[in-house]
């Protein structure tokens, strides 16, 4: 396994010298997990298991601070929808590595009996959370035939390692081991063993035939003789007469010491317990026989997850729990913990693969069990988030953090994977998150700004946060690093179109300096376009009168030139081209409404004191305006 070092914090020393710890260390696996490398086909299993998880949600509309969040649906389509897609991926393995194909399987079981223990029952449509005796047993059914499914594979290499052996009792406890009465039947009758085959079909939790076989089993001990008894056939005769542990002359017999915690929980059910016993109850009996706090101490493997190996120790605790056991005693006492339960551990090796738990921990929920801890929820959550990004899943990562309930924490977890992959955001994925997951619009274009700010773009930069509604930093951006240039650059009409997305009063009365900065440039853009249009017009009837309401507007302009702050040469530049377009219009307005005045000459001059105009420039302007006064007055 790889490991790709994401993010190094300051130290906890705070950048003293004499070392100290690292603070802020993740590490996230890369390339390879214990389904094997992460190909195309798992990426594929990966979205489809998280569409399947997206059709079965419902989207709960938030504020736009909060944004929408998602919840599984309170139906038993949602369990039935899960165990579909796993039986859909198990009938689509073709090819696959052999890691991959036991991952796919082991998933296919834990859906699968998740839907014995509480999914829809034949004959009990309707009445499947009802606690009946007809319930009961229908649930026992059920679990029966998934235990079969699961044990099945195993069963059948005990029955080919006999037949090698040409060992036909163990062949039988193979076929027990299975469930398959009828098969091991047939096989004691072909080999001639008639009375031991008419004992094993009326096998299983108690009644006459099992007190007679113990019976006799006790006198064959009493007497000395099972010693020459072979141990399979005492450990089948113990079975059918329902004791696991048989206490024989040389030694106990059990029944369970070859089988995986599976077939020794189906033996459990099938033949160590009544016939009508619950599930709960097998369960119970197979709790005491590997924990060993019943009557012959511990004769079971403790129920550990397939990876640790598949021979357990009898007698000593699994490193962890099997996730289906975990189920099982959830079903059975709804007190069990979930946070064990979807805990990696308990189905796969690799620690940071939360799949699978991510998946059962929302369906559990529907089934009404919700006393997992929120914190516990989060970090769930954010693991499998995280896991599905670093595989370039970073969209379903969006939808995956819309499970957590608190919405400052989901906008925050949501906003930095925005920030992390908008480079790689193209139109499908974004349609994606903002059609179907709800995600505002201006989440994604706040994280486009933080990107083109990165890039150093600008001008895409401040698009994005118009879209992002992030006014005041729009104006910021827009008069700092735009407006100088379009000035300069006479490029009105873009930075115009710019400007009067923050014109409107609801969003510049809350933008801090636009009245000497934004609301200028738009003001000197707007008039320059006026005047200009006037004079192009030139239409003689209405110009003096359109001139001379444009005169208080030139005149205003006049005052706010002076009050736009400039720190840098370029904005000094954009500065003084606005002066000098004003000084321009000014004398255009005042020369074309009518001769000039003293009191008019006098107007202007202010006027022209007013604007932060180029030493040369306003001496020039002075100049001009004195000999047009003098030519009048002469």
């Not at 004959?123 to 499914?149: F, N, P, Q, Y």
């Not at 450990?235 to 995986?260: H, K, M, Q, Y």
């Not at 000014?586 to 409404?593: Q, T």
């Amino acid at each position: 396994t790889g490991w790709d070092l994401v993010s190094v914090g300051e130290g906890v020393t705070g950048g003293q010298e004499g070392g100290g710890c690292l603070g802020s260390v993740s590490v996230t696996v890369v390339g390879q997990t214990t389904c094997g490398e992460m190909d195309t086909q798992q990426l594929d299993s990966w979205e489809d298991w998280f569409r399947v998880a997206l059709a079965t949600s419902t989207r709960v509309e938030n504020t736009l601070q909060e944004g929408p969040s998602f919840a599984p649906q309170a139906s038993l389509d949602t369990l039935h929808s899960h165990a579909k897609e796993a039986a859909r991926q198990v009938d689509g393995l073709s090819e696959a590595s052999l890691e991959w194909s036991e991952w796919v399987e082991g998933t296919s079981q834990v859906w699968d009996l998740m839907v014995a223990l509480w999914g829809r029952l034949e004959d009990c449509t309707g009445e499947e959370t009802i606690e009946t005796h007809k319930i009961t047993m229908a649930r026992r059914e059920a679990v029966s035939k998934w235990l079969e499914s699961v044990v099945g594979k195993k069963a059948r290499e005990d029955m080919e390692k006999a037949a090698l052996e040409k060992n036909p009792v163990s062949g039988v406890l193979g076929s027990l081991s299975g469930g398959r009465v009828s098969q091991a039947c047939r096989a004691l009758q072909s080999g001639g063993d008639h009375r031991t085959a008419l004992l094993v079909a009326q096998m299983g939790g108690g009644g006459e035939v099992s007190r007679m076989v113990q019976q006799q089993l006790d006198r064959w001990t009493e007497v000395r003789a099972d010693t020459n008894i072979k141990q399979e056939r005492i450990r089948l005769l113990s079975l059918v007469a329902g004791c696991p542990v048989w206490g024989s002359t040389s030694g106990p017999v059990n029944t369970c010491s070859s089988l995986d915690w599976p077939r020794a929980l189906a033996s459990h059910l099938w033949f160590l317990t009544h016939p009508l016993a619950s599930v709960g109850d097998a369960l119970h009996q197979f709790e005491l026989a590997w924990r060993g706090t019943g009557p012959h101490g511990p004769y079971c493997s403790a129920p550990a997850p397939a990876y640790l190996g598949e021979e357990g120790v009898i007698g000593q605790p699994a490193l962890a729990t099997d996730l289906r056991y975990q189920l099982l005693r959830l079903y059975c006492d709804r007190s069990t913990a979930i946070e064990q339960l979807v805990d990696p551990s308990s189905h796969t090796g690799d620690r940071l693969d939360s799949r699978v738990g991510w998946l059962v921990a929302r369906v559990v929920e529907v089934l009404g069990y919700r006393h997992m801890a929120d914190h516990a929820k989060d970090r769930l959550h954010r693991d499998t988030a995280s896991q599905a990004e670093k595989v370039g899943l970073w969209h379903w990562a969006v939808f995956i953090l819309q499970h957590i309930e608190d919405g400052g924490r989901r906008r925050e977890a949501v906003e930095a994977v925005l920030d992390r992959n908008i480079a790689s955001c193209d139109e499908e994925k974004e349609n994606f998150i903002v059609c179907e997951l709800g995600i505002p619009i201006q989440w994604v274009a706040r994280a486009r700004a933080t990107l083109a700010r990165a890039e150093g773009r600008p001008r895409d930069r401040v698009e994005s946060l118009l879209v992002a509604e992030r006014w005041g930093e729009a104006h910021q951006v827009l008069v700092k690093d735009i407006a100088p240039d379009c000035i300069i650059g006479q490029e009105y009409q873009y930075l115009n179109s710019l400007l009067a997305q923050l014109s409107p009063p609801p969003i510049s009365d809350n933008i801090p300096g636009w009245s000497t900065q934004g609301s200028v440039y738009h003001q000197f853009i707007s008039v320059e376009q006026a005047v200009s249009s006037l004079l192009v017009a030139r239409d003689e009837a209405t110009l003096q009168y359109e001139l001379e309401k444009m005169r208080p507007s030139v005149s205003s302009l006049c005052r706010a030139v002076g009050s736009i702050p400039v720190e840098t040469a370029r904005e000094r530049l954009a500065q003084s081209e606005i002066a000098k377009k004003v000084a321009h219009l000014m004398r255009a307005v005042h020369s074309m409404v009518g001769t000039t005045s003293a009191n008019t000459a006098r107007q202007l001059a202010e006027h022209l004191s007013t604007l932060p105009l180029p030493e040369d420039y306003a001496l020039q302007e002075l100049r001009s305006l004195t000999r047009s006064y003098m030519m009048e007055i002469a």
